[in-house]
Structures are given as structure tokens and as C-alpha cells.
């Protein structure tokens, strides 16, 4: 379906990103890796798929090594066709507590680098007027929780700039969309599911339980292998007027009076319906309130009313 696309795929030596590149990969992409620490491992594990593949080390906290980054790929396969923004890292604090440096890391690596890196993608993929444009946000992109300050906030922003992509972009071949997952087990989750233990005592097993009972009643991680074939199809032609959406699938409390046992489906502006603005975006929530007010919700994003 991919042949003769190129995609890259930042943060991708492990977890969500590496899932994303061999989903890509499998489906004929030529793939452009770029991460922290060994790539040479993730890059056999693409290259035993079939395709070509190649590595740029940017410090994605840099946007002249984004820079260089987009024209060595593009240098060596002929394009960037598709546009994995995946790169991010975490910090665990309160605000009050929370280091200023790690602050601007985060915002920097998790949010700005997808500015710099749409930024640098865009006009080829204008030209050519086809282009694929995937965020990893979270569904801390649509939600808070304590201690989570810059990574809620680097979160939100990521939906707000596919939003604006995506319009800026709709009459045209180039798509962008946002994915926003749960508990997926990463390197960067595993830290959490560690600490965890050690603060309260527990064996890793335990922790990791009370970690998804909190918030996923299937009490399983989402894996990165199922968000690479979510972005396999965005880069479809299923998903040629998919624009500016986000897709999550998430569990929580529901804090309000609409705790009773009953199903519904609600349509939402999701830019805010009534500013006046052309809007990207709307979504469709099922959700299903249980007793105790927990609220199993799923959530598509389309750029037009939905007929259900």
C-alpha cells in the first residue's frame, strides 16, 4: 500500500514509535528512524521486513538538528511522505517541585519538535499534494492528571496544532491527525510501573495492576503494534478526508451528575462550536456510565457531522 512512500517516525528505537515504523514498514514504507540509545537493533528489525531503512540521531530538543534531520531523509529516499511525531519524555512532579530545565525539555521535545518537524515536511508534501501527518498525543492531550504538568500541557498542545494543520491544509492531498492513547506498556510506562513498586512496596506484577485498575477495566496495556495499524490507516485512502481528528480510547471517572446506568451517543464541536471560526474536528463519544461513576468512553474525531 506504502511502496515507494517514506516515513519518519521520531522516538522510534522502541515502544510506540518502533510500532509505528514496522506497521509502516510491512505495508512497503521506506523508514527513517530516529531515537535515544541502540537503533541499530530496531533498524534490523525493519530491515527484516522488507524494507529500507536508515537512522538520523537529532536531539529533538534542537530545531536545526530537526532541520538536518528532514533533509537527510529526504536526501536519501527522495521525500518525507509521512510524518510520524512521536518523540517525547516525562517527568513526574508537582508543580511547586517541578525543575524548570525538565520544563522546557519537555515542552521542547514532546511539543515544539512537532511544530519544527510539520514545519520542515510541509511545503514537499504541498507540492506533491499528498502527505500524511501523524501526532502521538495522549489522552493526557484531552485530560489532566497531578503531577503530569508539562506532559498534560506538551499533550495539549499537540491536539491543538493538528487542529490547525489540518485546517491550514484541507483543501489540499496532506492530512493531519492526532492519536491519543491510554496505558500503553513503553520504556516510559515501565519507569512509572517501577516507581510505583518501590514506593508502595509492591512486586512489579502487583504494580502494574493497581496502575491499570486505576483507569482500564480490561486491566490490559493497548500495544504499539494496534497504534501502528491505526496509523497505517491514516495513511490510507480510507483516511483521505480523515482530517484534524484525534482517536482515543480510554476509561475514567466522570466527575459530574451524569453517573447513571445508561449508554449515549453526543456529537461535539471539538474546536468549540460557536466562536465564529471554521472548525476541524468534531467527534463522536459513546459512553457508558457504570455504577460508582466510571465512565468507559470512545471517542473518533472527523472533519464533518457524522451520520450515525
Not at 499528498?130 to 498534560?152: F, P, Q, T
Not at 474536528?281 to 457504570?290: D, I, K, Q, W
Amino acid at each position: 500500500m506504502l511502496k515507494g512512500k517514506t516515513a519518519l517516525v521520531t522516538g522510534s528505537t522502541s515502544g510506540i514509535g518502533l510500532g509505528i515504523a514496522k506497521a509502516l514498514a510491512k505495508q512497503g514504507a521506506n523508514i527513517v528512524l530516529n531515537g535515544f540509545g541502540d537503533h541499530a537493533g530496531p533498524e534490523a528489525e525493519i530491515a527484516a521486513l522488507g524494507a529500507k531503512v536508515a537512522y538520523h540521531g537529532a536531539d529533538m530538543s534542537k530545531p536545526p538538528e530537526i532541520e538536518a534531520m528532514v533533509k537527510f531523509a529526504q536526501e536519501k529516499f527522495g521525500s518525507v511522505d509521512i510524518l510520524v511525531n512521536n518523540a517525547g519524555i516525562q517527568h513526574v512532579a508537582r508543580i511547586e517541585n517541578f525543575p524548570i530545565e525538565l520544563w522546557d525539555a519537555i515542552i521542547a521535545i514532546n511539543l515544539s519538535s512537532a511544530f519544527h518537524a510539520s514545519r520542515a515536511v510541509l511545503p514537499a508534501m504541498q507540492k506533491a499534494n499528498w502527505g500524511r501527518i501523524i501526532n502521538v498525543a495522549s489522552v493526557h492531550g484531552l485530560v489532566g492528571s497531578a503531577e503530569k504538568s508539562a506532559y498534560v500541557a506538551a499533550k495539549h498542545g499537540i491536539v491543538g496544532l493538528t487542529k490547525v494543520t489540518a485546517l491550514e491544509n484541507a483543501q489540499s492531498g496532506v492530512t493531519c491527525n492526532a492519536i491519543c492513547p491510554g496505558w500503553v506498556l513503553t520504556p516510559l510506562v515501565q519507569k512509572q510501573v517501577d516507581a510505583k513498586a518501590e514506593t508502595l512496596g509492591l512486586t512489579n506484577q502487583a504494580a502494574t495492576e493497581l496502575l491499570l485498575g486505576e483507569k482500564e477495566p480490561s486491566m490490559q496495556f493497548t500495544t504499539p503494534e494496534e497504534l501502528g495499524e491505526l496509523a497505517v490507516f491514516f495513511c490510507s485512502k480510507a483516511a483521505n478526508n480523515v482530517r484534524g481528528g484525534h482517536t482515543v480510547h480510554t476509561v475514567s471517572d466522570y466527575n459530574n451528575n451524569d453517573t447513571d446506568n445508561h449508554g449515549y451517543w453526543g456529537v461535539n464541536g471539538a474546536n468549540g462550536a460557536g466562536d465564529g471560526e471554521p472548525h476541524i474536528g468534531p467527534h463522536v463519544v459513546l459512553r457508558h456510565a457504570e455504577p460508582g461513576g466510571r465512565v468507559i468512553s470512545m471517542r473518533w474525531s472527523f472533519p464533518a457531522m457524522l451520520c450515525i
